[in-house]
C-alpha cells in the first residue's frame, strides 16, 4: 500500500493528499491556484489545459493524479519564469499571435515541446507538434510564425 | 491512498488485481473520457519497467503493454506498419501518454494500433496471478468493448510475426478531422507476392462493425494462387466482403462506411496484388 502522492510542481516538492483518481487539472486549478491551466473540453480534444510532464507535453485533463508521483509537472507559471518563455512571449507578441489568450498558455507550452525536441523546426513540424492545441481566434498562422520567431531570435535557448 | 494504487513491479500489480475492484490504468486517454465512479480505484501502471520494452527476437515484434505511442515511434525496431497508424493517432499530447496496451483492452473497433495487431495476426500475452495465458489478438474481442481480459489479468505484451510485420502494406484511415480524428473507417492490408504467386494475404476493417473485421477465410480465397489467377478473382473476392461486412449505424451511414470499405480494398487489391 503506497502513502502520498509526491511530484515536483514548478520546481517545488509537493505532497498532494488527496484522491489518486482525481484529474490532475482540477487539482493543478482549484489546490493549487494554477489557473494558467485553461479547461476547455475535458476529453483531450482542445489542449488548453496542456502542462509539461517530464518535460513532455501531456493534456491535465487526461490525467489521474496517480499517474503524476515522482514526476516533475511544469504548468505555465512555472515556464514563465525562463528565458525560453522570454523568447516565446515576445514572439508571440510580435506577430500579434494572440487575441483572447485562452489558448495561450497550452499553445506556449506545446511550443516549447516542439522547439525542445527540435531547435530548428520546419513549419510541418510546427504544426504538427501544435496540432492537439485549438484555437479559436486566430487561425494559426500568427502562431506558426511566433513559433519560426522565437526558434530564430531564441537561438541557441534550445 | 484514496482512489488507486502505485505498484511498482507487475507482482504486486497481480496482487492488487487478484484482490478486485481495481481498474488499471495506463495512460488514461480513454479511461478519463469516461465519467468515472467516485468510489473507483485504478491501477496505475507507469511504474511497472516489464510493461515497457520493445525488441524483436528472430521471429517477432514484441512490445510491452505500456509502450506509450510516442515510445513506439522513436523505436528502431517497430514495424512500419505500425508506426505508420499510429504516427496519425490524434496528437502528441495524447501520444505521449497513451498506449497500445490500453487501445487493445479498450476494445473499440474504432481503436487504430489494434487494427495494425489484428492484420498482423498479433498474439496478446495476458498475465495473472493464476499464470500466463497466449491469446491471438482476435480471439481477445468478443463485442464491442468487450475484450476476454479478466478482472485479475494485464496484457502484458504484444507479440507481431515479422514475416507479417514486414511485408508491403496498405493503410489508410478516411477520418473527420485529420488531427484527433478518431477514425471512421480505416483500413489496413498486407501482401506477400513473390516468384509470381500470392503467398499470403490479410486485411482488417476499422469501425464498421461492432469489433475489428479480420476475415481470414475471404482472404484465403487468394492464397498459393498465381498472380493472374488472383486478379481473375479480384470481383469475387470484392462481392464477398461486400456480402460479408455489416456496418452498424453510426454518425455516418451503413451505405457510405461499405462503399469506402469497398473503394480501400480495391485500392489495395490493385496496388499490391500484382
Ligand atoms: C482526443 C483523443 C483522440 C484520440 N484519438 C484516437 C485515434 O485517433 N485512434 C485511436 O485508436 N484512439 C484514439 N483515442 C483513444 C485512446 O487515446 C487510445 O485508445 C489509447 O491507446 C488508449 O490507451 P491508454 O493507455 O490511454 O488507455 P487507458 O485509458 O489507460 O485504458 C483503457 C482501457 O484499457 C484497460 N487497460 C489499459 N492497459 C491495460 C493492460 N495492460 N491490461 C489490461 N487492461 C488494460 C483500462 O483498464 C481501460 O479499461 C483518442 C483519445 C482522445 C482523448
Ligand atoms: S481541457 Fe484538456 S484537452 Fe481540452
Ligand atoms: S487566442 Fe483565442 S483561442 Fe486562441
Same mark, same amino acid.
Given at each position: 500500500?503506497?502513502?502520498? !502522492?509526491?511530484? !515536483?510542481?514548478?520546481?517545488?516538492?509537493?505532497?498532494?493528499?488527496?484522491?489518486?483518481?482525481? %484529474? /490532475? /487539472?482540477?487539482?493543478?486549478?482549484?489546490?493549487?491556484?494554477?489557473?494558467?491551466?485553461?479547461?476547455?473540453?475535458?476529453?483531450?480534444?482542445?489542449?488548453?489545459?496542456?502542462?509539461?510532464?517530464?518535460?513532455? $507535453?501531456?493534456?491535465?485533463?487526461?490525467?489521474?493524479?496517480?499517474?503524476?508521483?515522482?514526476?516533475?509537472?511544469?504548468? !505555465?507559471?512555472?515556464?514563465?519564469?525562463?528565458? %525560453?518563455?522570454?523568447? $516565446?512571449?515576445?514572439?508571440?507578441?510580435?506577430?500579434?499571435?494572440?487575441?483572447?489568450?485562452?489558448?495561450?498558455?497550452?499553445?506556449? /507550452?506545446?511550443?516549447?515541446?516542439? $522547439?525542445?525536441?527540435?531547435?530548428?523546426?520546419?513549419?510541418?513540424? !510546427? %504544426?504538427?507538434? /501544435?496540432?492537439?492545441?485549438?484555437? %479559436?481566434?486566430?487561425?494559426?498562422?500568427?502562431?506558426?510564425?511566433?513559433?519560426?520567431?522565437?526558434?530564430?531570435?531564441?537561438?541557441?535557448?534550445? | 491512498?484514496?482512489?488507486?494504487?502505485?505498484?511498482?513491479?507487475? &507482482?504486486?500489480?497481480?496482487?492488487?488485481?487478484?484482490?478486485?475492484?481495481?481498474?488499471?490504468?495506463?495512460?488514461?486517454?480513454?479511461?478519463?473520457?469516461?465519467?468515472?465512479?467516485?468510489?473507483?480505484?485504478?491501477?496505475?501502471?507507469?511504474?511497472?519497467?516489464?510493461?515497457?520494452?520493445?525488441?524483436?527476437?528472430?521471429?517477432?515484434?514484441?512490445?510491452?503493454?505500456?509502450?506509450?505511442?510516442?515510445?513506439? =515511434? #522513436?523505436?528502431?525496431?517497430?514495424?512500419?506498419?505500425?508506426?505508420?497508424?499510429?504516427? &496519425?493517432?490524434?496528437?502528441?499530447?495524447?501520444?505521449?501518454?497513451?498506449?497500445?496496451?490500453?487501445?487493445?483492452?479498450?476494445?473499440?473497433?474504432?481503436?487504430?494500433?489494434?487494427?495494425?495487431?489484428?492484420?498482423?495476426?498479433?498474439?496478446?500475452?495476458? &498475465?495473472?496471478?493464476?499464470?500466463?495465458?497466449?491469446?491471438?489478438?482476435?480471439? =481477445?474481442?468478443?463485442?464491442?468493448?468487450?475484450?476476454?481480459?479478466?478482472?485479475?489479468?494485464?496484457?502484458?505484451?504484444?507479440?507481431?510475426?515479422?514475416?507479417?510485420? #514486414?511485408?508491403?502494406?496498405?493503410?489508410?484511415?478516411?477520418?473527420?478531422?485529420?488531427?484527433?480524428?478518431?477514425?471512421?473507417?480505416?483500413?489496413?492490408?498486407?501482401?506477400?507476392?513473390?516468384?509470381? #504467386?500470392?503467398?499470403?494475404?490479410?486485411?482488417?476493417?476499422?469501425?464498421?462493425?461492432?469489433?475489428?473485421?479480420?476475415?481470414?477465410?475471404?482472404?484465403?480465397?487468394?492464397?498459393?494462387?498465381?498472380?493472374?489467377?488472383? &486478379?481473375?478473382?479480384?470481383?469475387?473476392?470484392?462481392?464477398?466482403?461486400?456480402?460479408?461486412?455489416?456496418?452498424?449505424?453510426?454518425?455516418?451511414?451503413?451505405?457510405?462506411?461499405?462503399?469506402?470499405? @469497398?473503394?480501400?480494398? @480495391?485500392?489495395?487489391?490493385?496496388?499490391?496484388?500484382?
Amino acid at each position: 500500500m503506497n502513502g502520498q !502522492i509526491k511530484f !515536483i510542481l514548478n520546481g517545488k516538492d509537493v505532497v498532494y493528499a488527496g484522491s489518486a483518481a482525481a %484529474r /490532475l /487539472l482540477d487539482v493543478l486549478r482549484d489546490e493549487y491556484g494554477l489557473t494558467g491551466v485553461k479547461c476547455g473540453c475535458k476529453e483531450g480534444e482542445c489542449g488548453a489545459c496542456a502542462v509539461l510532464l517530464n518535460g513532455q $507535453l501531456v493534456n491535465s485533463c487526461m490525467v489521474a493524479m496517480g499517474f503524476v508521483d515522482g514526476s516533475i509537472v511544469l504548468t !505555465i507559471e512555472g515556464y514563465k519564469e525562463t528565458a %525560453r518563455f522570454a523568447a $516565446l512571449d515576445k514572439a508571440f507578441a510580435e506577430t500579434a499571435a494572440v487575441q483572447c489568450g485562452y489558448c495561450i498558455p497550452g499553445m506556449v /507550452l506545446a511550443a516549447e515541446a516542439v $522547439l525542445a525536441e527540435n531547435p530548428h523546426p520546419d513549419e510541418a513540424t !510546427i %504544426r504538427s507538434g /501544435l496540432s492537439g492545441n485549438l484555437c %479559436r481566434c486566430t487561425g494559426y498562422n500568427a502562431i506558426v510564425k511566433a513559433v519560426q520567431a522565437a526558434a530564430e531570435e531564441g537561438a541557441g535557448l534550445w | 491512498m484514496v482512489g488507486g494504487y502505485i505498484p511498482f513491479g507487475m &507482482q504486486e500489480a497481480l496482487e492488487i488485481l487478484a484482490g478486485g475492484g481495481c481498474v488499471p490504468y495506463a495512460g488514461g486517454t480513454d479511461l478519463m473520457v469516461k465519467e468515472s465512479a467516485a468510489d473507483t480505484r485504478y491501477v496505475f501502471l507507469h511504474r511497472i519497467r516489464d510493461l515497457k520494452c520493445i525488441t524483436v527476437d528472430a521471429e517477432y515484434f514484441i512490445c510491452g503493454a505500456c509502450c506509450t505511442y510516442t515510445e513506439l =515511434l #522513436r523505436s528502431r525496431h517497430t514495424p512500419a506498419i505500425l508506426k505508420e497508424a499510429i504516427s &496519425q493517432i490524434a496528437a502528441p499530447a495524447i501520444r505521449n501518454t497513451a498506449t497500445i496496451g490500453g487501445n487493445v483492452a479498450n476494445a473499440s473497433p474504432k481503436a487504430d494500433a489494434a487494427l495494425i495487431l489484428m492484420v498482423t495476426d498479433a498474439l496478446v500475452r495476458l &498475465q495473472s496471478k493464476r499464470g500466463v495465458r497466449i491469446v491471438p489478438i482476435k480471439e =481477445l474481442y468478443l463485442g464491442r468493448g468487450v475484450a476476454d481480459i479478466l478482472p485479475d489479468e494485464l496484457i502484458s505484451e504484444f507479440w507481431v510475426p515479422l514475416s507479417r510485420a #514486414r511485408l508491403p502494406y496498405f493503410y489508410e484511415k478516411v477520418g473527420a478531422r485529420k488531427a484527433l480524428a478518431i477514425s471512421r473507417v480505416s483500413f489496413a492490408g498486407i501482401a506477400d507476392v513473390s516468384g509470381g #504467386r500470392v503467398n499470403h494475404v490479410a486485411t482488417a476493417f476499422g469501425a464498421v462493425e461492432d469489433v475489428i473485421v479480420r476475415r481470414e477465410e475471404i482472404d484465403g480465397m487468394l492464397t498459393g494462387l498465381s498472380v493472374a489467377e488472383a &486478379q481473375a478473382l479480384k470481383g469475387e473476392y470484392l462481392a464477398a466482403y461486400d456480402a460479408a461486412i455489416k456496418p452498424i449505424r453510426g454518425r455516418v451511414s451503413a451505405e457510405y462506411r461499405k462503399a469506402v470499405c @469497398g473503394n480501400l480494398l @480495391g485500392a489495395f487489391f490493385d496496388s499490391h496484388i500484382k
